[in-house]
């Protein structure tokens, strides 16, 4: 099992474009959560999906909204980036047993 | 406000020497509180969770709502020890996990 999958791994974008990173769950996951990075900070709650909803957002706005695809896998949309969304981004997932969250290793994303 | 707050930057000790790891959390309900952990290149991973009370590579914390912490311990630091450590908070039933900033633990030959 390849645990969780994210792609790509690095990305750079221009100040006012939009970006969309992609995250496969391990095997038996159901439950995705995303996570924003910030250089020398711990990950920040974006949101979580759960049978294809949005259950939970954390502080963040509008522009950044996700989906989750029968399969379980789910897509983070950013629109109208600015440079301070420059960070990693961790895809986290879980089945409905699971008492802790499996994370992948992240996209880097700059904004230039 | 639900806040976790690890106040350690970097910790650098000696191997062999024992390890404490600080964290304290702000949250108005029943905490449930994890270690995660992130070693060189290596993606961030559970070490461990309060309610299940185990010890896992040497390590223990105990939650002691009294001062509302959750101290990652170790009584002999190796070297392979050397990691980012964060300590999380479940804020919800959703498991919606807020984390500290995270401390690097450095353990030096």
Redo the contacts between chains.
């Keep these: 099992d390849a645990?969780?999958t994210q792609s790509p791994t690095h990305l750079i974008k221009t100040r006012g474009q939009q970006v969309t990173l992609r995250c496969s769950p391990k095997s038996g996951h159901d439950?995705v959560?995303w996570?924003q990075q910030a250089l020398?900070?711990?990950?920040?709650?974006i949101f979580?999906y759960?049978e294809e909803e949005e259950?939970?957002r954390?502080n963040f706005p509008d522009r950044f909204s996700g989906h989750q695809f029968p399969n379980y896998s789910s897509e983070l949309n950013v629109n109208a980036l600015l440079l301070g969304d420059s960070a990693l981004y961790?895809c986290a997932s879980?089945g409905s047993w699971d008492?802790?969250?499996?994370?992948?290793?992240?996209t880097r994303l700059t904004v230039v | 406000a639900q806040r976790v707050t690890q106040p350690e930057k970097l910790l650098s000790v000696f191997k062999g020497a024992p390890v404490e790891l600080k964290c304290n959390y702000s949250y108005s309900g029943s905490p449930e509180l994890f270690w995660y952990v992130q070693y060189s290149r290596q993606r961030l991973q559970l070490l461990l969770r309060h309610i299940s009370r185990e010890s896992i590579k040497g390590f223990t914390a105990d939650l002691n709502k009294g001062e509302t912490s959750f101290h990652l311990k170790k009584p002999f630091a190796q070297e392979e020890d050397s990691a980012m450590y964060y300590c999380a908070l479940n804020s919800g039933g959703y498991n919606k996990l807020i984390f500290g900033a995270g401390t690097r633990l450095a353990v030096h030959p």
């Design positions: 645990g969780v439950t959560s996570y020398g900070q711990g990950p920040q709650f979580q759960y259950r939970q954390g961790l879980r008492y802790g969250y499996t994370f992948g290793s992240g």
